[in-house]
């Protein structure tokens, strides 16, 4: 199935990922099957890819936002609900690095495979 190319045939995936964006971790969807979930994030990586498109037609490639979408932070995932149910949840996830889990190497001990 052929998804579309326009941009306001995705207003309920831009309202998603906009309520993701907006939250300090993310959002998600309960869809009631798996194929119905995958054919959700199917469409919201087909309205990124958009706003996307949308983002050089409206910049300079000069400018930062050029080829850039507000949602290239988040990371579309699927979760299976409890056991037992038939749906699954789609979680848009925003990629946050933990600065706890980052040393920087001129900080550390140096390591002679280097």
């Given at each position: 199935?052929?998804?579309?190319?326009?941009?306001?045939?995705?207003?309920?995936?831009?309202?998603?990922?906009?309520?993701?964006?907006?939250?300090?971790?993310?959002?998600?969807?309960?869809?009631?099957?798996?194929?119905?979930?995958?054919?959700?994030?199917?469409?919201?990586?087909?309205?990124?890819?958009?706003?996307?498109?949308?983002?050089?037609?409206?910049?300079?490639?000069?400018?930062?936002?050029?080829g850039t979408s507000a949602y290239d932070e988040l990371s579309f995932k699927l979760r299976p609900p409890a056991e037992g149910d038939p749906g699954h949840w789609v979680y848009a996830v925003k990629m946050i690095l933990n600065e706890?889990?980052?040393?920087?190497?001129?900080?550390?001990?140096?390591?002679?495979?280097?």
């Open positions: 199935m052929a998804l579309s190319e326009a941009l306001l045939a995705y207003q309920d995936c831009l309202e998603f990922m906009d309520r993701a964006s907006s939250d300090p971790k993310g959002a998600r969807k309960w869809c009631t099957s798996l194929s119905a979930a995958e054919h959700w994030r199917m469409r919201c990586h087909q309205a990124r890819a958009l706003d996307r498109k949308q983002s050089k037609r409206l910049y300079e490639p000069t400018d930062v936002r050029y706890a889990e980052v040393e920087l190497l001129s900080q550390v001990e140096a390591d002679p495979n280097l």
